[in-house]
């Protein structure tokens, strides 16, 4: 079992960052991606960014490259999403994920192929 706690969610205005964080604990040792996903009212859950486990590659949504930076502390066990120059479209409920198999670069972003969830935390943008 993983279990996955996010932090850091609030309300920020348009041009703004916030930073979000992923705990991780349990079977740490057995995921092979990990990432964020985000959920906006009336929406699809959606991928944001991964990290791969074993060699660090990182991967984007087109709508955040160059805004968001995905990282992890390895130590502490915990994943981190830098989130800057904020949107009113970046609006939503932030999920970290895990998988516990690699479907390959071009998938990581499917919603189904997660095997662990957070709670999710909020992120509204907004003036």
């Known amino acids: 079992q993983l279990q996955l706690v996010e932090s850091g969610g609030g309300l920020v205005q348009p041009g703004g960052s916030l930073r979000l964080s992923c705990a991780a604990s349990g079977f740490t040792s057995n995921y092979y991606q990990i990432g964020w996903f985000r959920q906006a009212p009336g929406k699809e859950r959606e991928g944001v960014s991964c990290i791969s486990r074993s060699d660090g590659r990182t991967f984007y949504a087109d709508s955040v490259k160059g805004r968001f930076t995905i990282s992890r502390d390895n130590v502490k066990s915990t994943v981190y999403l830098q989130m800057n120059s904020l949107k009113p479209e970046d609006t939503a409920v932030y999920y970290c994920?895990?998988?516990?198999?690699?479907?390959?670069?071009?998938?990581?972003?499917?919603?189904?192929?997660?095997?662990?969830w957070g709670q999710g935390t909020q992120v509204t943008v907004s003036s």
């Open positions: 994920a895990a998988a516990m198999n690699w479907y390959g670069s071009s998938r990581w972003y499917e919603v189904r192929l997660m095997d662990y």
